[in-house]
T-cell receptor, first 114, second 111 residues
Framework: NAGVTQTPKFQVLKTGQSMTLQCAQDMNHNSMYWYRQDPGMGLRLIYYSASEGTTDKGEVPNGYNVSRLNKREFSLRLESAAPSQTSVYFC?????????????FGDGTRLSIL | TQLLEQSPQFLSIQEGENLTVYCNSSSVFSSLQWYRQEPGEGPVLLVTVVTGGEVKKLKRLTFQFGDARKDSSLHITAAQPGDTGLYLCAGAHTGGFKTIFGAGTRLFVKA
């Protein structure tokens, strides 16, 4: 999707390995989000960043850390990957400050933990 | 915990049929959004409804927000194979940052 770029698109890890998922936007939106999507469970919020310099926990933050490097970039780190973290991860952005704005999503990172 | 329940979870229909997807919650939302997601891609916004009782139309798609702003429906008239995808509803509160997503309805339209 235009505006939100996620890397990598696919990744296979072994249990205990670490990795960082990258998200970059070119829409100059102030809020950024990380979700995971699992079958039958919809999108669940892991962490979000309301604006540059702030981050907050979402619904399922355990096992993850985030960094809002600048206004454009928001990374998600798995320090010690576990099979339960096998999922599709989506980064989203939103122009907060204006009510009822939609979220714009990247195309996702498909992560498998063996 | 706020929940948005979508039904049905899966729907397989013939081209030309009509269908309705439901999104229900016990919570009141300031706005509700419908997204469509295709395989290998992220969700894309279809519509946002904000006023209780509001009806919005997008070509063959009709969206309605319940009077109490707790539920919504998506009606597709004369479905086409191009409508195939995962439909997600999402509820939000003004000023909040935690949008709640339903689990989705997976629609398959056969030619």
């Amino acid at each position: 999707n235009a505006g939100v770029t996620q890397t990598p698109k696919f990744q296979v890890l072994k249990t205990g390995q670490s990795m960082t998922l990258q998200c970059a936007q070119d829409m100059n939106h102030n809020s950024m989000y990380w979700y995971r999507q699992d079958p039958g469970m919809g999108l669940r919020l892991i962490y979000y960043s309301a604006s540059e310099g702030t981050t907050d926990k979402g619904e399922v933050p355990n096992g993850y850390n985030v960094s809002r490097l600048n206004k454009r970039e928001f990374s998600l780190r798995l320090e010690s990957a576990a099979p339960s973290q096998t999922s599709v991860y989506f980064c989203a952005i939103e122009e907060r400050g204006r009510s009822n704005q939609p979220q714009h999503f990247g195309d996702g990172t498909r992560l498998s933990i063996l | 915990t706020q929940l948005l329940e979508q039904s049905p979870q899966f729907l397989s229909i013939q081209e030309g049929e009509n269908l309705t997807v439901y999104c229900n919650s016990s919570s009141v939302f300031s706005s509700l959004q419908w997204y469509r997601q295709e395989p290998g891609e992220g969700p894309v916004l279809l519509v946002t409804v904000v006023t209780g009782g509001e009806v919005k139309k997008l070509k063959r798609l009709t969206f309605q927000f319940g009077d109490a702003r707790k539920d919504s429906s998506l009606h597709i008239t004369a479905a086409q194979p191009g409508d195939t995808g995962l439909y997600l509803c999402a509820g939000a509160h003004t000023g909040g940052f935690k949008t709640i997503f339903g689990a989705g309805t997976r629609l398959f339209v056969k030619a």
